[in-house]
């Protein structure tokens, strides 16, 4: 009997956690659930060979034929090492497509080339995390486990966007275009049938049944009003201060705009709505026109000026009402900051929820006293670096409400002192 693919110190818990880690960050949809059904399946039936392991990863992760390929890079990568399998289908001198090796057990290779990999029918499963390698070492299982389960993209998600090189960047906004950001609900006018008593009645419904006995209401119906999402906003200072980190946020909010269907608007020394221009599907597409349509990139901060014009044309006439409303600005503004003080309070009386990204928060010493920054802090309800891809998960926490993202009361204070 073949030895079991899942050595005795990795548990189907972690290896299943671990590989849908991998896979989500790739960016297929995977879900928490199905990670607890793969950890099910491999403790009720432990595969014993590393095709019996594809097929039962594969049946629970892979729903549409067109994650199949980006699924075998994944499992290719975590338990072989290998290069992407799909950018060699269709040529008869590749080697075999994952899952579709024999079954029949060969030899070893001891002298495996280094290039490009030769057409191996019968080659052995590969060693997974927590077994020994091919020279006999082994730092134990859960190094190995580690090792074998990151991202090949781990070490950009630490790693500050201005520190970034041009390639870096370029990856690093596909992962950031597919990042879904969630807003808190509200209660809608639009109602749906409800089976309680304790929802509102439904008089329009009940007094048409009555019509059909009569006249006489024998059955009351109730009604429930819906739940719909508020409406995201998003504000990006484009000048010379923010120019590291402008690509990132800009595909930031074609993603919002193309997924969400967020309003977005670029900002220096006026105000732009590039909405229309960012919600195409296609990434450079989007940001090509967006690049067009404004057209005071890596000017100066005119910030008062931006959201009082926003407030006039958009915001009361409905935009920022009930909104949540992310500003993505270092504060280096040329207005006076009693300026930037009124126009907060007048857009602090419209939103729900305004969150103020600052890249430069993360700094050693940081102290939000700039002029446009200090007065603009005490009408935030969050306020939080996203200076990082990790740093981003903040942002995402503060758009939805979560109360681990909010502004510490110390701070607020702090700021309202003169």
């Given at each position: 009997?073949?030895?079991?693919?899942?050595?005795?110190?990795?548990?189907?818990?972690?290896?299943?956690?671990?590989?849908?880690?991998?896979?989500?960050?790739?960016?297929?949809?995977?879900?928490?659930?199905?990670?607890?059904?793969?950890?099910?399946?491999?403790?009720?039936?432990?595969?014993?060979?590393?095709?019996?392991?594809?097929?039962?990863?594969?049946?629970?992760?892979v729903s549409q034929q067109q994650y199949l390929a980006r699924f075998d890079a994944v499992f290719s990568a975590v338990f072989d090492g290998r290069?992407?399998?799909?950018?060699?289908?269709?040529?008869?001198?590749?080697?075999?497509?994952?899952?579709?090796?024999?079954?029949?057990?060969?030899?070893?290779?001891?002298?495996?080339?280094?290039?490009?990999?030769?057409?191996?029918?019968?080659?052995?499963?590969?060693?997974?995390?927590?077994?020994?390698?091919?020279?006999?070492?082994?730092?134990?299982?859960?190094?190995?486990?580690?090792?074998?389960?990151?991202?090949?993209?781990?070490?950009?998600?630490?790693?500050?966007?201005?520190?970034?090189?041009?390639?870096?960047?370029?990856?690093?906004?596909?992962?950031?275009?597919?990042?879904?950001?969630?807003?808190?609900?509200?209660?809608?006018?639009?109602?749906?049938?409800?089976?309680?008593?304790?929802?509102?009645?439904?008089?329009?419904?009940?007094?048409?049944?009555?019509?059909?006995?009569?006249?006489?209401?024998?059955?009351?119906?109730?009604?429930?009003?819906?739940?719909?999402?508020?409406?995201?906003?998003?504000?990006?200072?484009?000048?010379?201060?923010?120019?590291?980190?402008?690509?990132?946020?800009?595909?930031?909010?074609?993603?919002?705009?193309?997924?969400?269907?967020?309003?977005?608007?670029?900002?220096?020394?006026?105000?732009?709505?590039?909405?229309?221009?960012?919600?195409?599907?296609?990434?450079?597409?989007?940001?090509?026109?967006?690049?067009?349509?404004?057209?005071?990139?890596?000017?100066?901060?005119?910030?008062?000026?931006?959201?009082?014009?926003?407030?006039?044309?958009?915001?009361?006439?409905?935009?920022?009402?009930?909104?949540?409303?992310?500003?993505?600005?270092?504060?280096?503004?040329?207005?006076?900051?009693?300026?930037?003080?009124?126009?907060?309070?007048?857009?602090?009386?419209?939103?729900?929820?305004?969150?103020?990204?600052?890249?430069?928060?993360?700094?050693?010493?940081?102290?939000?006293?700039?002029?446009?920054?200090?007065?603009?802090?005490?009408?935030?309800?969050?306020?939080?670096?996203?200076?990082?891809?990790?740093?981003?998960?903040?942002?995402?926490?503060?758009?939805?409400?979560?109360?681990?993202?909010?502004?510490?009361?110390?701070?607020?204070?702090?700021?309202?002192?003169?």
């Amino acid at each position: 009997m073949a030895d079991r693919v899942l050595a005795p110190g990795i548990e189907s818990a972690a290896l299943a956690a671990g590989f849908s880690t991998a896979l989500h960050r790739a960016g297929l949809p995977v879900s928490p659930d199905r990670a607890a059904r793969l950890a099910e399946a491999l403790r009720l039936v432990p595969p014993t060979d590393r095709a019996a392991l594809y097929w039962a990863c594969r049946i629970v992760f892979v729903s549409q034929q067109q994650y199949l390929a980006r699924f075998d890079a994944v499992f290719s990568a975590v338990f072989d090492g290998r290069l992407d399998p799909a950018e060699s289908r269709g040529d008869p001198n590749a080697p075999p497509a994952i899952g579709s090796e024999t079954h029949t057990k060969a030899a070893p290779s001891t002298n495996r080339p280094t290039g490009a990999p030769e057409p191996q029918p019968d080659r052995p499963p590969a060693p997974l995390p927590g077994s020994d390698s091919a020279d006999g070492e082994n730092d134990g299982p859960e190094r190995d486990a580690i090792l074998a389960l990151a991202s090949p993209d781990e070490h950009l998600h630490d790693m500050a966007f201005a520190d970034l090189n041009p390639e870096e960047l370029a990856r690093l906004q596909q992962l950031i275009a597919r990042i879904v950001l969630s807003t808190p609900t509200r209660l809608s006018r639009r109602t749906h049938p409800s089976p309680h008593s304790r929802d509102r009645l439904d008089v329009a419904r009940t007094v048409r049944a009555a019509q059909r006995t009569g006249g006489d209401p024998i059955t009351l119906y109730y009604a429930r009003r819906r739940p719909r999402p508020r409406r995201l906003v998003l504000l990006c200072d484009v000048s010379g201060s923010m120019e590291p980190y402008t690509r990132v946020y800009l595909s930031l909010l074609q993603g919002a705009a193309s997924g969400a269907r967020a309003e977005a608007f670029v900002f220096s020394t006026r105000l732009t709505r590039l909405t229309r221009q960012l919600a195409l599907h296609n990434p450079d597409q989007a940001l090509a026109q967006a690049a067009v349509t404004a057209t005071d990139w890596a000017g100066g901060t005119r910030l008062a000026a931006s959201i009082r014009r926003f407030i006039d044309d958009f915001g009361r006439r409905g935009l920022a009402r009930g909104a949540v409303i992310v500003v993505f600005s270092d504060g280096w503004a040329e207005d006076d900051p009693a300026d930037v003080d009124a126009q907060m309070a007048r857009l602090r009386r419209l939103a729900h929820r305004i969150v103020w990204v600052n890249p430069r928060k993360i700094a050693a010493g940081y102290r939000p006293l700039v002029g446009g920054m200090a007065a603009a802090l005490p009408y935030c309800d969050a306020f939080v670096s996203g200076h990082s891809y990790a740093a981003l998960t903040e942002v995402a926490a503060a758009i939805r409400g979560d109360p681990s993202a909010s502004i510490r009361p110390s701070v607020t204070i702090q700021q309202r002192t003169p």
